[in-house]
Structure formats: structure tokens, C-alpha cells
């Protein structure tokens, strides 16, 4: 590693197996570097998934101004992500946060040995799961009852007319919470059954928002693998008898909402 590279860590397995290392050899990481496996100085496991990045672009203060730039960020995730995933279908990760950067690879060593231990207890935990998401939406303009869609009432002022068709659409939307509220009940009994751990995400607005209509809900669940296909299928039919409510499911993914993560150590920078 050159003066001019920091090194970049994307999660930490347990041992260092061929087809771990031989995938890893394929991949191409952040800033297009080769992804590379770290071991510990003292002991042999756990290893960490490390590949090198210019330092230029990630020293703290580069690192923070380059986190407001949507596209750059999207990016580093979406090569960060990839990487992870990758290796998640050879073997269990516990991926590390976006932007986890260190000195050079003795700070990583050093990290591994120092945190053998809480490495080791998530994996387990982790071991035979995988994550799925879940996100409720609420269209956007609730259609109201189609007896709106009548003349107005010539015994109606146009004021009154304008009043009675908003109150109606608010009904309509209320309607359209209160049923969101009985999908999500459904969905919490459905979890109860197949998942294992629930995380709540802040529900996705503006230029985060992947679909149409408003999402109420977008939770992660850490459910056994044998448990997928029937967790997927029930919480599809969850808005059945529902109008106006759409439903998705995505995943399975590495378990990144449910992994243990290790604070940055100083000289490091890492995003929020």
C-alpha cells in the first residue's frame, strides 16, 4: 500500500475458506480495486473483506463532502453493496457500515484481533439468515367512492359543492391509512411466525422514494433461509381485501440492518 491509498473494509466472516477466497479474488471493489482478505496478526480468524482506496478522495473531510453528492454516494453503495452480496452467497458476512476506512491493513488486523469475540457472536447469530425488506405504500391520491363521480347537486353552492368533495377525499384517505394500519398489524403476525428480528427504517420520501404512492411502511426482517419463500408469499397477500395499498418484498439480502457494527477508530471516517 502506497502513502496515497487507505484501506477500505466491507464486512468480516469467519475463516478464510478456498471459495471465499477465490471469489473474492474476482471482485472489484470500491474506486475499481481488487477486493482482498485480511487476517489477523495474532490468530487466523475472523477476516475481514478489504480492498484499497485513494486517499484523496477518502480522508475525512473528502470523505464527508463527497457524502453530499447523491450521485458519488450512490456509487460507493452500490459497489460497497455488490461486493457484499457476493461474498454473502459462498459464505455468512457481517458487513461493516458504508465508508468504513482505515489507515492501512495493520488497523485492520489489529480491529480483528480486538474484536474477535463480538465478531464471532454475530456471525452465529447471523449464521442461516438472511434479511428482507418490507415496505407498505398508500396511493398517492386515494380514488373516492364512485358516487362522486355523480353531477353535483344543483341545489349546491360551489362552495359547498368544492367543501363536500374534499371532505369525501379526505374520507378517502383516511380510509386508505386506517387500512395501511391493518396490513401492517397483518404483516407484525406474519413476522412473528418467520422472522427472528425486526428493524424499523425511516419510511422512503423524495428522491428516495423507489415506487408510486406514499410508503407508510419499510421495515427489515432477519428470517431463516428456509423460511423466505413462505414469509414472502404471506406477507404478499397482506393487503389482500385492502384497496388502495401495494405491498413489496424485497431480498433476500446480506443481513446489513441486524450486523454488529465496530465503531471507526480515530483517523478513520465512516459514514452516518
Known amino acids: 500500500m ?4 487507505l484501506t477500505y473494509a466491507y464486512a468480516v466472516a469467519r475463516d478464510r475458506t478456498p471459495a471465499l477466497a ?6 472489484t471493489g470500491v474506486a475499481g480495486a481488487p477486493v482482498r482478505l485480511l487476517t489477523p496478526d495474532r490468530t487466523t480468524t475472523p477476516v475481514a473483506v478489504v480492498s484499497h482506496v485513494p486517499a484523496e478522495d477518502f480522508h475525512e473531510a473528502a470523505l464527508h463532502r463527497h457524502l453530499e453528492d447523491l450521485g458519488w454516494l450512490e456509487a460507493l453503495a452500490r459497489a460497497h453493496h455488490g461486493v457484499i452480496e457476493a461474498l454473502a452467497a459462498h459464505t455468512t458476512v457481517l458487513p461493516l457500515r458504508l465508508a468504513t476506512v482505515y489507515l492501512d491493513d495493520d488497523r485492520v488486523r489489529a480491529m480483528l484481533d480486538d474484536n474477535q469475540k463480538l465478531f464471532f457472536d454475530g456471525l452465529e447469530r447471523l449464521r442461516g439468515h438472511v434479511e428482507l425488506g418490507v415496505k407498505l405504500y398508500v396511493e398517492a391520491e386515494p380514488r373516492p367512492p364512485a358516487a362522486t363521480d355523480a353531477p353535483p347537486d344543483p341545489a349546491l353552492s360551489p362552495g359547498r359543492a368544492y367543501l363536500r368533495r374534499r371532505r369525501t377525499e379526505q ?18 403476525v406474519i413476522a412473528r411466525a418467520h422472522a427472528v428480528q425486526w428493524a424499523r427504517h425511516r419510511v422512503q420520501e423524495g428522491e428516495l422514494a423507489t415506487g408510486p404512492g406514499q410508503n407508510v411502511v419499510n421495515d427489515a426482517y432477519l428470517v431463516p433461509a428456509d423460511h423466505v419463500r413462505a414469509f414472502r408469499e404471506e406477507t404478499m397477500h397482506a393487503t389482500d381485501g385492502l384497496p388502495g395499498l401495494r405491498v413489496d418484498v424485497t431480498g433476500p439480502w446480506a443481513p446489513y440492518s441486524f450486523a454488529t457494527l465496530t465503531p471507526p477508530e480515530p483517523g478513520t471516517a465512516s459514514a452516518p
Open 2 to 5: 502506497s502513502d496515497a491509498s
Open 22 to 27: 477465490a471469489e473474492a479474488g474476482t471482485l
Open 171 to 188: 374520507d378517502a384517505r383516511h380510509d386508505a391509512h386506517r387500512a395501511a394500519e391493518e396490513a401492517a398489524q397483518r404483516i407484525a
